[in-house]
């Protein structure tokens, strides 16, 4: 079976007004992630992180070039298989985790898992190891009752039901105090890596750069990410 980097994205171009002549939202010329790898992009707010991330996740649809999760173009997928792809590909973890309020953790990751090729009868049995891998002994509680470090647990939990090939986490430490976010990322980083699955934070606090042997910026001039290989 031919190996992927688990990410590839070549050429890349986004801006908000696609039919303006203004500067471009995003501008990527080249930027690979290998199976596994572990990245921080940082910069301040308002260089277009977080846009990257929904190009990367087939949330946004660049003006120009390619983006390859796992080697499959995800731009060139439409509607319901470009959501069936992201499910059982990527998995995502936001700032403010994005839980749905008013059913448990189980079930929280269970949803997930609807997207993946799993055979149903196997979802909750997964679910509940992969909660219990991350510290949460009680998964049936709602997960508005659960503190916010549990929280997290949940959304990393969900990100990795599916066993992805990659992993986009958007500021998940911004609120937290700084021995919270080493315990956060810590949790992020081992449970990816006990998975398999590649990760790309994007975040503004430069503080977590020591915890990557990759740092990545998006430069406004160059529109290269710094330690990007050219194309």
């Known amino acids: 079976m031919a190996s992927h980097s688990a990410l590839q994205i070549r050429d890349l171009g986004f801006r908000y007004k696609p039919d303006g002549n203004g500067p471009w939202t995003v501008r990527v010329r080249a930027l690979e992630l290998g199976a596994g790898e572990q990245a921080l992009l940082a910069g301040p707010s308002g260089q277009g992180k977080s846009t990257l991330l929904y190009l990367i996740a087939g949330l946004l649809d660049p003006q120009q070039g390619r983006v ?26 936001f700032q403010t985790f994005h839980l749905l309020p008013g059913f448990s953790a189980l079930q929280n990751v269970m949803a997930a898992l609807m ?72 949790l992020l980083q081992g449970a990816c890596r006990a998975h398999g699955a590649a990760l790309l934070v994007v975040s503004h606090d430069t503080a977590l750069a020591a915890r990557f042997e990759r740092e990545l910026t998006l430069s406004t001039t160059s529109g290269q990410p710094d330690g990007a290989a050219p194309p």
């Not at 319901?80 to 990527?90: E, K, L, P, S, V």
């Open 68 to 93: 390859l999760v796992h080697g499959e173009e995800i731009h060139a997928l439409r509607g319901a298989n470009r959501d069936r792809f992201r499910g059982r590909r990527i998995g995502m973890v």
């Open 115 to 186: 997207f993946s090729n799993v055979p149903g009868a196997e979802h909750r049995e997964r679910a509940e190891r992969l909660l219990r891998e991350l510290g949460i002994d009680a998964p049936e509680v709602p997960v508005e009752e659960l503190s916010v470090g549990q929280q997290q647990r949940v959304a990393v939990a969900r990100a990795l039901a599916c066993d992805p090939a990659l992993v986009l986490a958007d500021e998940p430490t911004a609120s937290l105090d700084p021995a919270a976010r080493d315990a956060a990322m810590a």
